[in-house]
């Protein structure tokens, strides 16, 4: 079972240039969401989705744009990259409202911006 | 604001020791809290826990709410090295079902 999917596993950018990380899940399941883990800062959220064609911001949303066409996809994208966005990106899934369960986290993606 | 908080920072035992990671949460509509462990990549699930007063176990591993002092703790008997992982807890609100962070304790196992 693939679960939740992130590509690529790194990436190195310059300053200024744009990119997207990409996320899939298979599990049908409504919440996504994307974190950046920074060392000693546990995992802070970007943004989030409750179900396709919906997004908001989390708690550290500047610099980054989402959207959510289909359920399973989740692509984070960063605009003009910056030093400060160098850090390990996780998206993450979990399903409905009504049984909460453990949310499914991709490998991560590192990413570099020198 | 929502807001978590783990202690210890890191902690550093022996094998065999018994170590307890400490929680403390205040958010909104809380509905829940999820105990991670994570190693070199990605978090992996070790507990939730909804009700407060009601262990829950996995092998040498257990752990406990109480949402009137809205706090957790996770429990590891006999430690061993492959314990060694930084742990999160994640309360989790009502609103988008989303989960937030503590800053995580790094446990350190010895032989």
């Known amino acids: 079972n693939a679960g939740v999917t992130q590509t690529p596993k790194f990436q190195v950018l310059k300053t200024g240039q744009s990119m997207t990380l990409q996320c899939a899940q298979d599990?049908?399941?409504?919440?996504m969401s994307w974190y950046r883990q920074d060392p000693g800062m546990g995992l802070r959220l970007i943004h989030y989705?409750?179900?396709?064609?919906?997004?908001d911001q989390g708690e550290v949303p500047n610099g980054y744009n989402v959207s959510r066409s289909t359920t399973e996809d989740f692509p984070l994208r960063l605009l003009s990259a910056a030093p400060s966005q160098t850090s390990v990106y996780f998206c993450?899934?979990?399903?409905?409202?009504?049984?909460?369960?453990?949310?499914?986290f991709g490998q991560g993606t590192r990413l570099t911006v020198v | 604001e929502d807001k978590v908080v783990q202690s210890p920072l890191s902690l550093v035992v022996h094998e065999g020791d018994t170590v307890t990671l400490n929680c403390s949460y205040e958010?909104?509509?809380?509905?829940?809290l999820l105990w991670y462990k994570q190693e070199k990549k990605a978090p992996t699930f070790l507990f939730m826990l909804?009700?407060?007063?009601i262990e829950k176990k996995s092998g040498r591993l257990s752990s406990i709410l109480d949402k009137k002092e809205l706090f957790s703790i996770l429990n590891i008997t006999a430690t061993q090295t492959g314990d060694s992982a930084v742990y999160l807890c994640?309360?989790?609100?009502?609103?988008?079902?989303?989960?937030?962070f503590g800053g995580g304790t790094r446990l350190m196992v010895k032989p």
């Open positions: 994640a309360p989790r609100a009502d609103a988008g079902n989303m989960l937030t």
């Open positions: 599990m049908n399941h409504e919440y």
């Open positions: 993450a899934s979990s399903s409905g409202t009504i049984q909460v369960t453990e949310a499914f």
């Open positions: 909804t009700s407060s007063g």
């Open positions: 989705s409750v179900g396709a064609g919906i997004t």
């Open positions: 958010v909104t509509n809380f509905r829940s």
